[in-house]
Protein backbone atom coordinates (compact mmCIF):
# COMPACT_ATOMS: atom_id res chain seq x y z
CA UNK A 1 0.00 0.00 0.00
CA UNK A 2 1.09 3.44 -1.00
CA UNK A 3 2.27 5.48 2.00
CA UNK A 4 2.09 9.48 1.72
CA UNK A 5 4.09 11.92 3.56
CA UNK A 6 2.53 14.44 5.62
CA UNK A 7 3.93 17.17 7.97
CA UNK A 8 1.59 17.46 11.28
CA UNK A 9 2.03 21.43 12.49
CA UNK A 10 1.52 22.88 15.60
CA UNK A 11 -1.79 24.30 15.94
CA UNK A 12 -1.08 27.28 18.73
CA UNK A 13 2.04 28.37 17.62
CA UNK A 14 2.06 26.82 14.15
CA UNK A 15 5.41 25.13 13.81
CA UNK A 16 6.18 21.84 12.13
CA UNK A 17 7.51 19.45 14.17
CA UNK A 18 6.41 16.15 12.92
CA UNK A 19 6.81 14.41 10.24
CA UNK A 20 5.13 10.58 9.56
CA UNK A 21 3.31 9.06 6.40
CA UNK A 22 -0.44 8.17 6.46
CA UNK A 23 -2.28 6.41 3.88
CA UNK A 24 -4.68 8.74 2.30
CA UNK A 25 -6.65 5.82 0.75
CA UNK A 26 -7.85 5.03 3.94
CA UNK A 27 -7.50 8.07 5.70
CA UNK A 28 -8.73 11.00 2.73
CA UNK A 29 -9.80 13.73 5.53
CA UNK A 30 -6.77 15.82 7.37
CA UNK A 31 -5.61 14.36 10.58
CA UNK A 32 -5.14 15.60 13.68
CA UNK A 33 -2.98 14.62 16.74
CA UNK A 34 -2.54 15.39 20.05
CA UNK A 35 1.25 15.53 20.28
CA UNK A 36 3.93 17.21 22.50
CA UNK A 37 5.14 20.71 20.97
CA UNK A 38 8.46 21.62 22.49
CA UNK A 39 8.33 24.97 21.48
CA UNK A 40 5.06 25.43 23.46
CA UNK A 41 6.04 23.10 25.90
CA UNK A 42 3.18 21.32 26.27
CA UNK A 43 1.03 18.74 24.07
CA UNK A 44 -1.41 20.91 21.67
CA UNK A 45 -3.16 19.63 18.72
CA UNK A 46 -1.10 19.07 15.57
CA UNK A 47 -2.86 19.34 12.03
CA UNK A 48 -2.10 18.16 8.85
CA UNK A 49 -0.62 20.65 6.86
CA UNK A 50 1.22 20.02 3.24
ZN1 LIG B 1 3.47 24.71 19.46
Redesign the pocket.
Known amino acids: MPRDRIVLA??????R?YDLTKNKRTHPERVEYRKY????N?H?MHKETR
Open positions: CGECKRNCRFCKT
